[in-house]
T-cell receptor, first 115, second 110 residues
Framework: GAGVSQSPSNKVTEKGKDVELRCDPI?????LYWYRQSLGQGLEFLIY????????KSGLPSDRFSAERTGGSVSTLTIQRTQQEDSAVYLC?????????????FGNGTRLTVT | GQQVMQIPQYQHVQEGEDFTTYCNSS?????IQWYKQRPGGHPVFLIQ?????EVKKQKRLTFQFGEAKKNSSLHITATQTTDVGTYFC??????????FGTGTSLTVIP
């Protein structure tokens, strides 16, 4: 089946604008994760959704960042009043914990550039 | 917070040479995973280790989990240009969060 789909693949925005990044996980995967990867850096955990449970937001760097997951499927990461330091690749991953799967499946990411 | 450190950050090798990256944690881990990210691509799962002293092989790749379950290594024998990329270790905690190491970027010189 299809993999994790993210859109847009690239986004250029002006400082101070809001942006929305979308993630469509693999069908049936109830766990969804957002990570941020700055140029040449590792993966920074942002937020984790599992089914209908309250999301784990412990990785969000500031209150300008928020995320939703509607209907247990598609997720949207919103960054308000973007800053230049928000420039990075935002990766989404999904997992099917219901089958005991331990593997994260990543999308191709959204490259965000704040000018 | 929980974190794992990886060394080296960068490694350049001649094609055919061996390569090793190390992952170290200050706390005992219940599991360790390895992912590979090709340039311009996304991380792809390679393997998971869960047992103390466990060793697993995938063709030219050898993965080890330390006896104390605080460190792990990935060794590539006779590197090829297709091995180019960044290798990340990661672990899943009891809250099902996945934490990634800082990564080792491998360049293979033909």
């Amino acid at each position: 089946g299809a993999g994790v789909s993210q859109s847009p693949s690239n986004k250029v925005t002006e400082k101070g604008k809001d942006v929305e990044l979308r993630c469509d996980p693999i069908s049936g995967h109830t766990a969804l994760y957002w990570y941020r990867q700055s140029l040449g850096q590792g993966l920074e955990f942002l937020i984790y959704f599992q089914g209908n449970s309250a999301p784990d937001k412990s990785g969000l760097p500031s209150d300008r960042f928020s995320a939703e997951r509607t209907g247990g499927s598609v997720s949207t990461l919103t960054i308000q009043r973007t800053q230049q330091e928000d420039s990075a690749v935002y990766l989404c991953a999904s997992r099917n914990p219901d089958r005991g799967a331990v593997t994260l499946h990543f999308g191709n990411g959204t490259r965000l550039t704040v000018t | 917070g929980q974190q794992v450190m990886q060394i080296p950050q960068y490694q350049h090798v001649q094609e055919g040479e061996d390569f090793t990256t190390y992952c170290n944690s200050s706390t005992t881990l219940s599991n360790i995973q390895w992912y590979k990210q090709r340039p311009g691509g996304h991380p792809v799962f390679l393997i998971q280790l869960v047992k103390s002293g466990e060793v697993k092989k995938q063709k030219r790749l050898t993965f080890q989990f330390g006896e104390a379950k605080k460190n792990s290594s990935l060794h590539i024998t006779a590197t090829q240009t297709t091995d180019v990329g960044t290798y990340f270790c990661a672990f899943r905690n009891t809250g099902n969060q996945f934490y990634f190491g800082t990564g080792t970027s491998l360049t293979v010189i033909p």
